[in-house]
Every structure is written in C-alpha cells, then in structure tokens.
C-alpha cells in the first residue's frame, strides 16, 4: 500500500500548541486521521505520513489551521466531511506595515467586535494572525464570510457588510427551510 507525506512549515510559536501538554493535541490528531506526524520544534518543520491521502489531506490542513492561530478544538472540525479551512493573504491588500495593522483592526474591530459579528452571523470561525486572515467553518459558509472580510479590507462601511451579512442569512435560513419542506 501507498504510504503519502506532507510537510508544512507552521510559526514556531505555534508548535506548542500542536504538541499540546504531553504530547496530547498531536496524540490525539493521530488517532483520530491515523496518520504519523512528526515535529521539528527547532525549525518549526511538520511532517506527516499516512496511507489514506484524503485523511492526510485533512490532517495537513488541521496542522496549517493551528499553525493559523486556531486552537486545536477548533481546527479539529476540518476533520468534518463539509468543513473547510480559507486563508486571506493581507500581503496581498497591505502595502506598508502601517496598512496591515489598519486593515487587521478593521476586520478585529474594537474589542474583537467586528470578528465576533461576522463569525454570528456567519456560523464560522476566525483567526487574524501574522499577515493572514483564516477562516473555518461548512465552504458555503466560508464563501460568504471571506467575501464579507474582502469587502472591509476594500474599505466598506462596517454597517453595510453587516446588513449584507443579515441578508446572506436569512436567505440560507430560507433554503435549509424550504429544502426540508420539500423532502
């Protein structure tokens, strides 16, 4: 049988978090996708072996989550079959040290306030960490929430992304309900 590999490269301050206290989170990680991973804590180099490429696919994607600023409980859900993990890159957007902080405290907002609206009313997760944006939660989802970030990171008010949310909501309350009148 095919043995598959990855390496990913993550923060190395993020490598604890990875590890986890005693070896448990990585422990637990490969129980749970039946893959090997192995931690160059020096480097910050993660090497994963496994024989289903799928279960390492999502193994390697939960590994860059955590590496992203998400806690391990968290990145555990791209484990999901409909569950994904998006990176914005701000590099892309920031032109000076001075825009990326700007452009970090738009989609923060005061006090964590805009993420946490966004995350509501998008059932997603969020991590603003380094110079990337990160997203997890079911790919519908993702796209509306990423297309919400893009639009503060243009530079829209804060208010119309928030009613443009409400209404990207209400229209999915509105599928999941008629899709079950149907059935």
Known sequence: MTEYFYEIKIPKERIAVLIGKDGEIKKRIEEQTKTKINVDSQEGDVSVKGKDAISLYNTRELIKAIGRGFNPDIAQLLLKADYVFDIIHLNDVAKTKNDLLRLKGRVIGKEGKC????????????????????????????????????????????????????????????????????K
């Open 115 to 182: 993420r946490r609206i966004i995350e509501e009313l998008t059932e997603t997760y969020i991590s603003v960490y380094g110079k990337t944006i990160c997203i997890i939660g079911e790919a519908q989802n993702v796209a509306i929430c990423r297309r919400s970030i893009e639009s503060l990171l243009k530079g829209s008010p804060h208010g119309n992304v928030y009613k443009w949310l409400e209404k990207q909501r209400r229209e999915i309350k509105k599928r999941k309900f008629l899709g079950r009148e149907a």
